[in-house]
T-cell receptor, first 115, second 110 residues
Framework: EAQVTQNPRYLITVTGKKLTVTCSQNMNHEYMSWYRQDPGLGLRQIYYSMNVEVTDKGDVPEGYKVSRKEKRNFPLILESPSPNQTSLYFC??????????????FGEGSRLTVL | AQRVTQPEKLLSVFKGAPVELKCNYS??????LFWYVQYSRQRLQLLLR??SRESIKGFTADLNKGETSFHLKKPFAQEEDSAMYYCALSFIQGAQKLVFGQGTRLTINP
């Protein structure tokens, strides 16, 4: 089944403990992106990647890192999580490297709580 | 700055009544606009895009450049339309970008 897979789906951690949320897509998509969803703020882009080894900041990149070493994977890294990073995170991908030219396919979301 | 505004966080209508979810955007160029929907326990997914000019699940959305709006409409709401709806704007700023509005939670009452 063509899809975007995120892990873990739920995580509770403590301030400062490094964590990684993985994202993998099996559709050979060039474009991948991370969003966070917060009440009243909607979806805000954290980082995106137009292709392998090409990444760029979105609107709210502070406190996050990403890498794109392979086309299918786009992990989100929180080096030193803080409580304000408690949120619902979504990974998404699209085919042609142009998010507006086609459909974005989303993962199921990862709910992160930082204590 | 490019922005998408959905003025209603919550919208509640009765089954069979017309529905209109408002979306306004701020962009001086030629916009590409989308509506995404998230049903309960499902992934966020594309509902429709203005360039396709199609009706999906009875929903339509017309781009009004004069009013910079892209409102989502359905003449007769159904209970299965209850969901979170996001309007999104695609534009070029260096690279191609896609920004979302804050979302509107639509509840259809029986």
């Amino acid at each position: 089944e063509a899809q975007v897979t995120q892990n873990p789906r739920y995580l509770i951690t403590v301030t400062g403990k490094k964590l990684t949320v993985t994202c993998s897509q099996n559709m050979n998509h060039e474009y991948m992106s991370w969003y966070r969803q917060d009440p009243g703020l909607g979806l805000r882009q954290i980082y995106y990647s137009m292709n392998v080894e090409v990444t760029d900041k979105g609107d709210v990149p502070e406190g996050y890192k990403v890498s794109r070493k392979e086309k299918r994977n786009f992990p989100l890294i929180l080096e030193s999580p803080s409580p304000n990073q408690t949120s619902l995170y979504f990974c998404a991908s699209s085919l042609n490297g142009i998010p507006g030219a086609g459909e974005l396919f989303f993962g199921e979301g990862s709910r992160l709580t930082v204590l | 700055a490019q922005r998408v505004t959905q003025p209603e966080k919550l919208l509640s209508v009765f089954k069979g009544a017309p529905v209109e979810l408002k979306c306004n955007y701020s962009y001086s160029g030629s916009p590409e606009l989308f509506w995404y929907v998230q049903y309960s326990r499902q992934r966020l997914q594309l509902l429709l895009r203005h360039i396709s000019r199609e009706s999906i699940k009875g929903f339509t959305a017309d781009l009004n450049k004069g009013e910079t709006s892209f409102h989502l409409k359905k003449p007769f709401a159904q209970e299965e339309d209850s969901a979170m709806y996001y309007c999104a704007l695609s534009f070029i700023q260096g690279a191609q970008k896609l920004v979302f509005g804050q979302g509107t939670r639509l509840t259809i009452n029986p």
